[in-house]
C-alpha cells in the first residue's frame, strides 16, 4: 500500500510524465530531497521507469480514482429571492457562464465523467444537460418537505468515491482531480469572526469538531469528496435516521457531524478567491457588477417598469418571510424600500386576482393600507412599500384594539361590491370535502360540532345582516404600524363580500381574544354598547370561523402538514361559541 507522499508523486508524474525531480518538488510543494526519497521507492516498485507511470502503477492508483460526481440542484435557494422564484440558482449565468455548466465542464476536464444531477424545484429546467453534457437526471421530489440529506439518499446507491457538489458554486480555478487521497470537505480561512461552520482538526488535518460561528477559523464551503469508507458509512446512517421526523430539517452535514467520530475526513484548504458561494444578490454583483443589467428577469422588469427606475439602484434584496401562497423579497431603490410579492404555485386557482387588485385600490384611497404601489390582476406579482421598523398591532392593548375595529368598520362601509363572495359555512365544507376524500372523518364530536355550525349560520342568516366588502383575513399580523404610529391593513388576498361580523369573527379567533377582551372589541366596532341581537350574530361568525378553519387544519393534518396549537385553538373557539350563540339565537326574547 502507498503512502500519502507516494500517492500525490505518483499522480504528478501520470499528469507530467517526464517531469525533472525539481520540477516535481515545485509543484507538489515538498523539498528536492523528499522528491528524491520517494522518486526511489516508487522506480524500486516499479511504479514509476524513466520518470513515467507504468501500468503497475496505474493499478495502484485505481482505489483512490474518482468514481463519480453528485451535483445537488433541488433547493429553492429563497436566499437569492426573487431571481430563484424565476429559475434556480445554478441556472443563472455568472460572467457570461451558467454556473452548474461551468462546474460540469470543470469535473470533466478533470476526468470526472459520471455526473448525476439531482433537480427538484423547477426540475424540468435542467432537462437540457442531459443532451448537452450525457448527464444523469434524478428527481428528488421531497426536496419542499426535507432538506438536502434527501438529495444523497435519492443516489445512496451511486455513492462512492464521489465528489459531492453544489449546482451554484463558482470556481475560479478547477479545483477536481481524477485521484483523490481521502474523503475531505472544502475549507477558506476567515480572518477574525464569521458565522460559518468553523472546524476543528488534528494534526493530521482530520476534522474533529464542527462549530457554528467562530473566529480565525477555517470554514466549510464548497465541495466536499466522499470516499469509498466515507460513503459506505453514511449510506448506513441515512438509511437509518431518514424517516425519523427530528431528521427533516437536517442537512447532510449535520448528520456528519453528529456522528463525526465514525468519520475520517479531513480539511481540504482553498487559498480566497478561489470558491465562491453567493449568497445574496448583492454578494454575486459584487462578483459580477454587470450580472443584473445582463440577467434575464421578468421580476426586474417588472420593478423597473413600475418605479421608473434602473436596473442598477435595485439593492439590498433579501427575503422575507415566506406565507403560505407567496414568496415576497425586500429591495430598496434611490427612491425607498418595497417589498416584491411573487404569487406561488397554484395560487391563479385558489386566489381571485382581480378582486384582490379592486381591493387594493380601495384600501389605497381611503387610507388603510398606505402600502399598496402596484398588482398585476392577471398574474398576482405585486409592489408594496416597506414598512420599516414595523410592529404588529397588540390586540391587548385597548386603543389599538379600538383601531382595530375602527378600520374594520370603515372598510364595510364601503359602497362596492366585488365579484368574489366568501362564507365561513361554505368554505369549510370545501375543506370537508377533500378530507372526506381520504376517508370518514372519525374525530370524536365531529359531526356534532358540523350540526351546531350549520344551525348557527342559518339563524345568522335570517338577522339580514348587510353584506359587504370584508378582509377576511383580519388580524393583528395584518396590522402593521409604520415609525410615525401610522396603521396599514395588509394583505388583501381572500377579500370579498361577505356578512360583516366575517372580519370580527377572524380577529377574535387569531387574535385569541377572551371574553372580556372580545366584547371590547365589539363596543369598539359599533361606538356603543352592542344589542342582543348584534352580540349573538358576532358570536355565531366567531363560532364559525373556528370551525371553517378547524376544518382546515384537519385536512391540512391529513395530507401531512403540521398544524400545530392552532388546531385545537381553533376548535375551542367552535366548541364555545357556536352553542353560546345558539342559545343567545333560542332564549325567549322579552
Same mark, same amino acid.
Given at each position: 500500500m502507498i503512502t500519502r507522499n507516494e500517492f500525490e508523486t505518483l499522480c504528478a508524474i501520470r499528469q507530467n510524465p517526464g517531469a525533472t525531480q525539481r520540477e516535481l518538488a515545485d509543484a507538489l510543494g515538498v523539498s528536492l530531497g523528499t522528491v528524491n526519497n520517494v522518486h526511489r521507492s516508487l522506480t524500486k516498485a516499479k511504479l514509476i521507469e524513466e520518470g513515467r507511470i507504468t501500468a503497475r502503477g496505474l493499478k495502484e492508483l485505481r482505489p483512490y480514482k474518482v468514481e463519480n460526481a453528485v451535483i445537488m440542484a433541488a433547493g429553492l435557494s429563497s436566499r437569492f429571492a426573487p431571481i430563484s422564484y424565476e429559475r434556480p440558482k445554478g441556472l443563472l449565468k455568472v460572467r457570461?457562464?451558467?454556473?452548474?455548466?461551468?462546474?460540469?465542464?470543470?469535473?470533466?476536464?478533470?476526468?470526472?465523467?459520471?455526473?448525476?444531477?439531482?433537480?427538484?424545484?423547477?426540475? =424540468?429546467?435542467?432537462?437540457?444537460?442531459?443532451?448537452?453534457?450525457?448527464?444523469?437526471?434524478?428527481?428528488?421530489?421531497?426536496?419542499?418537505?426535507?432538506?438536502?440529506?434527501?438529495? &444523497?439518499?435519492?443516489?445512496?446507491?451511486?455513492?462512492?468515491?464521489?465528489?459531492?457538489?453544489?449546482?451554484?458554486?463558482?470556481?475560479?480555478?478547477?479545483?477536481?482531480?481524477?485521484?483523490?487521497?481521502?474523503?475531505?470537505?472544502?475549507?477558506?480561512?476567515?480572518?477574525?469572526?464569521?458565522? =460559518?461552520?468553523?472546524?476543528?482538526? *488534528?494534526?493530521?488535518?482530520?476534522?474533529?469538531?464542527?462549530?457554528?460561528?467562530?473566529?480565525? @477559523?477555517?470554514?466549510?464551503?464548497?465541495?466536499?469528496?466522499? *470516499?469509498? @469508507?466515507?460513503?459506505?458509512?453514511?449510506?448506513?446512517?441515512? =438509511?437509518?435516521?431518514?424517516?425519523?421526523?427530528?431528521?427533516?430539517?437536517? &442537512?447532510?452535514?449535520? &448528520?456528519?457531524?453528529?456522528?463525526?467520530?465514525?468519520?475520517?475526513?479531513? %480539511?481540504?484548504?482553498?487559498? $480566497?478567491?478561489?470558491?465562491?458561494?453567493?449568497?445574496?444578490?448583492?454578494?454575486?454583483?459584487?462578483? *459580477? $457588477?454587470?450580472?443584473?443589467?445582463?440577467?434575464?428577469?421578468?421580476?426586474?422588469?417588472?420593478?423597473?417598469?413600475?418605479?421608473?427606475?434602473?436596473?442598477?439602484? %435595485?439593492?439590498?434584496?433579501?427575503?422575507?418571510?415566506?406565507?403560505?401562497?407567496?414568496?415576497?423579497?425586500?429591495?430598496? /431603490?434611490?427612491?425607498?424600500?418595497?417589498?416584491?410579492?411573487? $404569487?406561488?404555485?397554484?395560487?391563479?386557482?385558489?386566489?381571485?386576482?382581480?378582486?384582490?387588485?379592486? @381591493?387594493? +385600490?380601495?384600501?389605497?384611497?381611503?387610507?388603510?393600507?398606505? /402600502?399598496?404601489?402596484?398588482? +398585476?390582476?392577471?398574474?398576482?406579482?405585486?409592489?408594496?412599500?416597506?414598512?420599516?421598523?414595523?410592529?404588529? &398591532?397588540? $390586540?391587548?392593548?385597548?386603543?389599538?384594539?379600538?383601531? @382595530?375595529?375602527?378600520?374594520?368598520?370603515?372598510?364595510h362601509g364601503q359602497n362596492v361590491s366585488l365579484d368574489r363572495h366568501f362564507d365561513y359555512l361554505q368554505e369549510g365544507l370545501k375543506y370537508e370535502k377533500l378530507l372526506l376524500k381520504k376517508g370518514p372523518i372519525n374525530v370524536p364530536g365531529y359531526e356534532e360540532l358540523k350540526a351546531q355550525a350549520e344551525k348557527a349560520r342559518a339563524y345568522a342568516a335570517q338577522d339580514n345582516a348587510p353584506e359587504c366588502l370584508t378582509h377576511n383575513d383580519f388580524f393583528n399580523l395584518n396590522l402593521l404600524y409604520d415609525e410615525e404610529g401610522n396603521l396599514s391593513l395588509i394583505d388583501w388576498e381572500y377579500a370579498g363580500m361577505s356578512d360583516y361580523a366575517s372580519d370580527y369573527g377572524t380577529f377574535v379567533v387569531t387574535c385569541m381574544l377572551n371574553d372580556e377582551e372580545a366584547d371590547r372589541a365589539l363596543e369598539h366596532y359599533f361606538g356603543r354598547t352592542p344589542t342582543l341581537e348584534e352580540r349573538r350574530h358576532n358570536y355565531a361568525f366567531v363560532g364559525l370561523a373556528g370551525w371553517c378553519w378547524y376544518v382546515w387544519s384537519l385536512q391540512k393534518e391529513s395530507e401531512g402538514d403540521y398544524v400545530g396549537e392552532w388546531l385545537y385553538t381553533y376548535y375551542r373557539y367552535a366548541k364555545k361559541y357556536l352553542p353560546k350563540a345558539i342559545e343567545l339565537y333560542e332564549q325567549p326574547q322579552e
Open positions: 457570461g457562464e451558467v454556473l452548474i455548466e461551468r462546474q460540469i465542464e470543470q469535473l470533466m476536464e478533470a476526468g470526472v465523467n459520471e455526473i448525476v444531477v439531482v433537480v427538484g424545484y423547477k426540475c =424540468e429546467l435542467f432537462f437540457y444537460l442531459e443532451e448537452k453534457y450525457g448527464v444523469q437526471i434524478v428527481v428528488n421530489h421531497e426536496y419542499a418537505s426535507k432538506n438536502n440529506h434527501s438529495t &444523497l439518499m435519492r443516489v445512496r446507491e451511486m455513492l462512492g468515491n464521489t465528489y459531492i457538489c453544489s449546482s451554484d458554486d463558482y470556481f475560479t480555478t478547477n479545483p477536481f482531480e481524477q485521484y483523490v487521497w481521502k474523503a475531505y470537505y472544502s475549507a477558506e480561512f476567515s480572518e477574525g469572526p464569521t458565522r =460559518e461552520w468553523c472546524m476543528e482538526t *488534528d494534526r493530521k488535518g482530520r476534522i474533529e469538531k464542527v462549530t457554528v460561528g467562530g473566529e480565525n @477559523a477555517w470554514y466549510m464551503t464548497g465541495h466536499a469528496y466522499f *470516499d469509498k @469508507a466515507f460513503s459506505d458509512r453514511f449510506v448506513e446512517i441515512l =438509511e437509518a435516521e431518514y424517516d425519523d421526523p427530528r431528521t427533516a430539517d437536517k &442537512l447532510w452535514e449535520e &448528520l456528519y457531524i453528529e456522528h463525526i467520530d465514525e468519520f475520517d475526513m479531513e %480539511i481540504k484548504e482553498y487559498e $480566497p478567491d478561489v470558491i465562491f458561494e453567493f449568497d445574496s444578490l448583492d454578494e454575486l454583483r459584487d462578483f *459580477d $457588477p454587470l450580472f443584473l443589467e445582463n440577467v434575464d428577469s421578468s421580476i426586474f422588469d417588472n420593478i423597473v417598469a413600475v418605479l421608473g427606475c434602473d436596473k442598477s439602484e %435595485i439593492r439590498d434584496v433579501y427575503p422575507l418571510k415566506q406565507g403560505l401562497t407567496n414568496l415576497s423579497c425586500h429591495f430598496t /431603490t434611490d427612491d425607498g424600500e418595497y417589498v416584491y410579492r411573487h $404569487p406561488g404555485v397554484g395560487t391563479e386557482q385558489m386566489i381571485d386576482r382581480s378582486a384582490e387588485v379592486q @381591493a387594493l +385600490n380601495l384600501a389605497k384611497s381611503i387610507g388603510i393600507d398606505k /402600502t399598496f404601489v402596484f398588482e +398585476n390582476a392577471k398574474t398576482g406579482w405585486k409592489i408594496s412599500k416597506f414598512i420599516k421598523n414595523c410592529r404588529e &398591532l397588540d $390586540p391587548r392593548d385597548d386603543a389599538q384594539l379600538a383601531e @382595530a375595529m375602527q378600520v374594520a368598520h370603515k372598510l
